[in-house]
């Protein structure tokens, strides 16, 4: 992780390479994306990839050595791009607080620790894959980091690179308004800051899946919200919100069972499954 930390209330800057710049007009004006923008906690610029093409067809794409199907970007256009963007040497980003990530079928996945990785940064550029894929040395040389948000094939980068856009800004202090929020949710697990932070009454979720939600009605066509939510004792609500969550990571993802630290309490109830 990067030296650099960021903080509180300081401008992330992301910037977005693509082919197809008309594609983020809707998901970077909607939501906690749009209020950081318009707070000042994130700055966004999206970058047409064929402005650094200088033939007469703004060709960014070429056939590859060796034969296949399909088109591969080439290098050319990527790197006059990121260099004109004065980003600093791959060498030396973790001491500026700046990373240039590749978007690639072929890439780490991207997960929740990936994003808190991210979040402290102070400068993201994100290159869109297109195609069959990327001219290899633009993740060799250039990049410093390849991620992919999931083990499927995509058309192009461009859709990987609104949820990370989204996952990070939404862990920028201050864009989201109650920031302890996003200590509960699913796949979280706390940041040094809050690591002597146990499970409150509202009970993170270390890692699992979020524990289960209700709201009013207390009874909706005869499916009634369970009686402990409504009791008023903190502790048995904890204890439900932990078993519940357990439950549900324990139905839909078990392998997170094994990336987590477990409680002598988490195993006596995994027991009682």
């Known amino acids: 992780m990067s030296s650099v930390v960021k903080a509180l209330g300081s401008a992330m800057k992301i910037d ?83 990373s240039v990530v590749l978007l690639s079928a072929q890439g780490k996945r991207f997960d929740q620790s990936v994003a808190n990785e991210l979040a402290v940064l102070e400068r993201i550029v994100l290159i869109c894959g297109r195609y069959e894929g990327v001219d290899e040395r633009v993740g060799q040389y250039l990049a410093d980091r390849e991620l992919s948000i999931g ?62 939600h209700y709201t009013r009605p207390a009874d909706f066509r005869g499916m009634t919200v369970p009686e402990v939510l409504a009791s008023g004792n903190h502790e048995e609500i904890r204890r439900w919100r932990r078993r519940t969550a357990l439950e549900k990571t324990l139905r839909n993802r078990p392998d997170l069972l094994n990336q987590v630290v477990l409680s002598d309490e988490d195993k006596k109830l995994l027991d009682g499954f």
């Open 151 to 212: 083990d499927y094939v995509l058309s192009g980068g461009e859709l990987g690179a609104a949820v990370i856009v989204d996952c990070v800004t939404r862990l920028i202090p201050g864009a989201v308004g109650n920031q302890a929020s996003t200590q509960q949710e699913s796949f979280t697990t706390l940041l040094p800051a809050h690591a002597g932070d146990g499970p409150s009454s509202t009970c993170a979720s270390g890692g699992l899946l979020d524990y289960p």
């Open 16 to 98: 977005i390479v693509t082919i197809f710049p008309d594609f983020f007009r809707g998901p970077l004006d909607h939501g906690i994306i749009r209020r950081a923008r318009e707070s000042g906690l994130a700055t966004i610029e999206v970058h047409d990839l064929r402005a650094f093409a200088h033939d007469r067809h703004k060709t960014v794409d070429d056939r590859p050595f060796g034969g296949g199907e399909g088109m591969v970007l080439k290098p050319e256009p990527i790197f006059e791009c990121i260099e004109g963007l004065n980003v600093a040497p791959r060498e030396g980003r973790n001491e500026f607080g700046e």
